[in-house]
């Protein structure tokens, strides 16, 4: 999807004199055509990530739509009192790109991973919109709406992508129709959760856009049992599902990335299993729950 | 230290006591209080009618700590009534012991947590310039101190290696910095290819003389020097 991000965006720049890229060095080369054509609008700090959140914020208090990018962990972990001062309390948006999520890089070990990412926007002003998507086609489609507005995007590109694309799921899309639960799948955790749920008799519904939750899509469609399955910390949409159904009764199981430290390399792949979101752990924890 | 060019108008001078009471000023309100006056008075190109208009010139005070004189000169500049003075960091105040944006006519950033200005500078900076805005200067004002906050240093080298020309930081020193700056702030300026100036602090035409010697191609940095905040 990083491929994706570079063509959509150098496309706005092309077509949108607001639109404007800041980069601290990741990247760099897939902008290199954008560049030399704006080179006012495509700004490398270099190895800086607060001057980047920073850039950020004082190009949108003179009124561009910056787009700002670099791996999740520097991007959102390093730099967060930027996002939360030069953004937030300044009263201005941005577009924030991630890519390399929870566990992209897996074999760079846990300094190049974020499965906190979305949890910490989350502590911030609540007008934010964050984006998962689980195909490029989506991320496209995502990446060119967020020029339109000025308010606060995050978008979470992940190397790992489902079979098909499904721009329309800014709210819950129900892909698949059952009794006994609602299993919610968020951005590329649908492909393993239709695998593993597969001749179950439960709902699958899915989003690529999990902030704002849609809890009215939510209430209407869930009987009193709820899978969520996210691809960074577990629960990390749990409170907004008890808030959605906090005058229904209902059980909840939150599934997602673990919060101890696996300290081990290997391949994304690996991580799935070692923190359960591969197809035959998903099928074994949801089917527990399910039959329970 | 001369106060020979130093003079403060009454105006000004009851728009801080107004706001301070009968409090002693805190040393860090007082710290700024003429170079902001002369920024206000003689340097920037801002219009209290047009707080908006794009084409004016940026003053972000990074340092947001004691902004009394900050509230004071813009009180006597017309950017807000006077009588917002009254009731500092009151419950139905727009005037904290930080100042935020959001609240107050003419406050170009929030601020507080120290380092933060310098980096919103460069990014206003090369708003404006992308959008064909050449007329506007942007300021950020920084304390000695708060330089220790190394987010300063990622906006200096940034803004040296580039030539940011429509950018001038200035840095209050009372050499409240706890492991100082050897060598002098100018030199950490400098090495990254700014041009600098050094001025009394306190004499208003040393002051507009710093501001005004930068030059077209480069970043420009004015170290104004105050009595020590300890001493």
């Given at each position: 999807m990083r491929e994706t991000f570079i063509d959509t965006t150098t496309a706005l720049l092309d077509d949108d004199p607001r639109t404007a890229v800041?980069?601290?060095?990741?990247?760099?080369?897939?902008?290199?055509?954008?560049?030399?054509?704006?080179?006012?609008?495509?700004?490398?700090?270099?190895?800086?990530?607060?001057?980047?959140?920073?850039?950020?914020?004082?190009?949108?208090?003179?009124?561009?739509?910056?787009?700002?990018?670099?791996?999740?962990?520097?991007?959102?972990?390093?730099?967060?009192?930027?996002?939360?001062?030069?953004?937030?309390?300044?009263?201005?948006?941005?577009?924030?790109?991630?890519?390399?999520?929870?566990?992209?890089?897996?074999?760079?070990?846990?300094?190049?991973?974020?499965?906190?990412?979305?949890?910490?926007?989350?502590?911030?002003?609540?007008?934010?919109?964050?984006?998962?998507?689980?195909?490029?086609?989506?991320?496209?489609?995502?990446?060119?709406?967020?020029?339109?507005?000025?308010?606060?995007?995050?978008?979470?590109?992940?190397?790992?992508?489902?079979?098909?694309?499904?721009?329309?799921?800014?709210?819950?899309?129900?892909?698949?129709?059952?009794?006994?639960?609602?299993?919610?799948?968020?951005?590329?955790?649908?492909?393993?959760?239709?695998?593993?749920?597969?001749?179950?008799?439960?709902?699958?519904?899915?989003?690529?856009?999990?902030?704002?939750?849609?809890?009215?899509?939510?209430?209407?469609?869930?009987?009193?049992?709820?899978?969520?399955?996210?691809?960074?910390?577990?629960?990390?949409?749990?409170?907004?599902?008890?808030?959605?159904?906090?005058?229904?009764?209902?059980?909840l199981l939150s599934l997602g990335v673990g919060r101890a430290e696996v300290r081990r390399y290997g391949s994304p792949a690996d991580h799935d299993r070692w923190h359960g979101l591969d197809p035959a752990s998903l099928r074994s924890r949801i089917g527990g729950f399910v039959n329970g | 230290m001369t106060l020979a060019t130093t003079t403060r108008p009454a105006e000004l001078m009851a728009a801080l006591y107004r706001l301070t009471g009968d409090e002693k000023h805190a040393p860090a309100a007082l710290s700024t209080l003429d170079v902001l006056w002369v920024l206000y008075d003689r340097i920037l190109r801002v219009d209290p009618a047009r707080p908006d208009d794009p084409d004016r010139d940026r003053f972000l005070l990074s340092k947001g700590h004691g902004p009394a004189a900050y509230y004071a000169v813009l009180a006597t500049k017309g950017f807000f009534?006077?009588?917002?003075?009254?009731?500092?960091?009151?419950?139905?105040?727009?005037?904290?012991?930080?100042?935020?944006?959001?609240?107050?006519?003419?406050?170009?950033?929030?601020?507080?947590?120290?380092?933060?200005?310098?980096?919103?500078?460069?990014?206003?900076?090369?708003?404006?310039?992308?959008?064909?805005?050449?007329?506007?200067?942007?300021?950020?004002?920084?304390?000695?101190?708060?330089?220790?906050?190394?987010s300063n240093h990622e906006a200096i080298a940034y803004a040296g290696a580039t030539g940011l020309a429509s950018l001038t930081a200035i840095v209050i020193d009372n050499r409240s910095a706890t492991h100082g700056w050897p060598g002098g702030i100018a030199a950490r300026f400098a090495v990254n290819g700014w041009t600098t100036a050094e001025v009394d602090g306190r004499d208003h035409d040393d002051i507009a003389r710093g501001l005004l010697t930068r030059s077209p191609d480069r970043p420009h940095v004015v170290v104004a020097r105050v009595e020590p905040k300890f001493s």
């Amino acid at each position: 999807m990083r491929e994706t991000f570079i063509d959509t965006t150098t496309a706005l720049l092309d077509d949108d004199p607001r639109t404007a890229v800041v980069l601290a060095d990741i990247s760099v080369d897939g902008f290199a055509p954008a560049v030399r054509r704006h080179p006012d609008r495509v700004v490398n700090v270099g190895i800086r990530e607060q001057l980047m959140l920073g850039v950020a914020g004082g190009l949108a208090l003179t009124g561009l739509r910056p787009y700002v990018h670099s791996y999740a962990p520097f991007l959102i972990d390093r730099a967060y009192e930027q996002i939360k001062l030069d953004l937030d309390h300044q009263g201005v948006g941005a577009v924030l790109v991630s890519i390399g999520g929870s566990y992209d890089a897996s074999a760079e070990g846990r300094t190049h991973q974020s499965p906190g990412d979305v949890a910490l926007i989350d502590t911030l002003n609540g007008g934010w919109t964050v984006h998962v998507p689980g195909h490029p086609d989506e991320a496209a489609v995502l990446l060119r709406t967020a020029a339109r507005h000025d308010d606060p995007v995050y978008a979470r590109l992940s190397g790992r992508a489902n079979a098909d694309a499904y721009p329309d799921a800014g709210t819950l899309r129900v892909l698949r129709r059952g009794a006994r639960a609602t299993v919610v799948a968020v951005g590329p955790m649908l492909d393993p959760v239709l695998a593993a749920t597969r001749g179950l008799d439960v709902t699958v519904a899915y989003t690529h856009t999990p902030r704002p939750f849609d809890a009215a899509g939510l209430r209407a469609i869930a009987g009193d049992r709820v899978v969520l399955v996210e691809p960074y910390l577990a629960g990390t949409s749990a409170r907004l599902v008890a808030a959605a159904l906090s005058d229904v009764p209902h059980r909840l199981l939150s599934l997602g990335v673990g919060r101890a430290e696996v300290r081990r390399y290997g391949s994304p792949a690996d991580h799935d299993r070692w923190h359960g979101l591969d197809p035959a752990s998903l099928r074994s924890r949801i089917g527990g729950f399910v039959n329970g | 230290m001369t106060l020979a060019t130093t003079t403060r108008p009454a105006e000004l001078m009851a728009a801080l006591y107004r706001l301070t009471g009968d409090e002693k000023h805190a040393p860090a309100a007082l710290s700024t209080l003429d170079v902001l006056w002369v920024l206000y008075d003689r340097i920037l190109r801002v219009d209290p009618a047009r707080p908006d208009d794009p084409d004016r010139d940026r003053f972000l005070l990074s340092k947001g700590h004691g902004p009394a004189a900050y509230y004071a000169v813009l009180a006597t500049k017309g950017f807000f009534p006077a009588d917002w003075l009254d009731d500092l960091a009151g419950p139905g105040s727009r005037l904290g012991h930080h100042p935020d944006r959001n609240l107050v006519p003419g406050v170009e950033i929030s601020a507080g947590s120290l380092g933060h200005g310098l980096g919103l500078g460069v990014g206003t900076a090369l708003g404006l310039r992308a959008q064909g805005r050449t007329a506007p200067h942007v300021y950020v004002l920084v304390g000695d101190a708060e330089l220790d906050e190394g987010s300063n240093h990622e906006a200096i080298a940034y803004a040296g290696a580039t030539g940011l020309a429509s950018l001038t930081a200035i840095v209050i020193d009372n050499r409240s910095a706890t492991h100082g700056w050897p060598g002098g702030i100018a030199a950490r300026f400098a090495v990254n290819g700014w041009t600098t100036a050094e001025v009394d602090g306190r004499d208003h035409d040393d002051i507009a003389r710093g501001l005004l010697t930068r030059s077209p191609d480069r970043p420009h940095v004015v170290v104004a020097r105050v009595e020590p905040k300890f001493s």
